[in-house]
């Protein structure tokens, strides 16, 4: 079993910056990707930031130009460096990364909350 532990949740106002980490049971060289996703109350899971072995990412458009996915490969962890905050990025965020190999598949998180106030 592959395990995922995020931190760096909280409370920050409107504009704030905040920095998620999520650190990977499994080595850099099983990991083919890991991303974020967040969950807003009633609203169903969205994809927010994907980087892949290569260092490649990708952005969600409502994030794009605020948010910043990085990752330290001696470490098997990913970070999202989250700038200009707004109310609507209120969610728990999660953590998920696809492996390879012997513990092919993809997993989760627990989630972290994040909360930006008016």
């Known amino acids: 079993q592959v395990q995922l532990v995020e931190s760096g949740g909280g409370l920050v106002q409107a504009g704030g910056s905040l920095r998620l980490s999520c650190a990977a049971s499994?080595?850099?060289?099983?990991?083919?990707?890991m991303g974020w996703y967040r969950q807003a109350p009633g609203k169903q899971r969205e994809w927010v930031a994907i980087?892949?072995?290569?260092?490649?990412?990708n952005y969600a458009d409502s994030v794009k130009g605020r948010f910043t996915i990085s990752r330290d490969n001696a470490k098997s962890t990913v970070y999202l460096q989250m700038s200009s905050l707004k109310p609507e990025d209120t969610a728990v965020y999660y953590c998920?990364?696809?492996?390879?190999?012997?513990?092919?598949?993809?997993?989760w998180g627990q989630g972290t909350q994040v909360t930006v106030s008016s």
């Open positions: 998920n990364a696809d492996i390879w190999g012997v513990k092919k598949g993809t997993y």
């Open positions: 499994e080595s850099f060289f099983s990991i083919t990707s």
């Open positions: 980087i892949f072995s290569g260092g490649s990412s």
